[in-house]
Nanobody
Framework: QVQLVESGGGLVQAGDSLRLSCAVS????????MAWFRQAPGKEREFVAA???????YYGDSVKGRFTISRDNAKKTVFLQMNSLKPEDTALYYC???????????????????WGQGTQVTVSS
């Protein structure tokens, strides 16, 4: 059984940086697709970033150039480095994983089988 546990969220000021971590346990491999999504109150869950089958990275338009996704296969951990944070980045951030995803589906939360509980990021102006 796959379990994902996020950490690293917090309250920061605009312009600050944060690094989120997602520890993975269970049935995964280096070719699993790992992703970060976020959801603000009253809004739909939004794609942030993904590493597709352990190789290429993809980003949502609103975070491109500011956020970086990476993974440490040995530690089975995925990271999201967030720089130049803005108040509109405030949301609950979720880690997600799927072992059979195709590239055209990476931005759709419905396609991911496994989710963490989320970690809150709040950016004050």
């Amino acid at each position: 059984q796959v379990q994902l546990v996020e950490s690293g969220g917090g309250l920061v000021q605009a312009g600050d940086s944060l690094r989120l971590s997602c520890a993975v346990s269970g049935g995964t491999s280096s070719t699993s697709t790992m992703a970060w999504f976020r959801q603000a109150p009253g809004k739909e869950r939004e794609f942030v970033a993904a590493i597709f089958r352990g190789s290429r990275s993809y980003y949502g338009d609103s975070v491109k150039g500011r956020f970086t996704i990476s993974r440490d296969n040995a530690k089975k951990t995925v990271f999201l480095q967030m720089n130049s944070l803005k108040p509109e980045d405030t949301a609950l951030y979720y880690c997600a994983l799927d072992n059979r995803l195709i590239l055209s589906s990476i931005r759709g939360p419905i396609h991911y089988d496994y989710w963490g509980q989320g970690t809150q990021v709040t950016v004050s102006s």
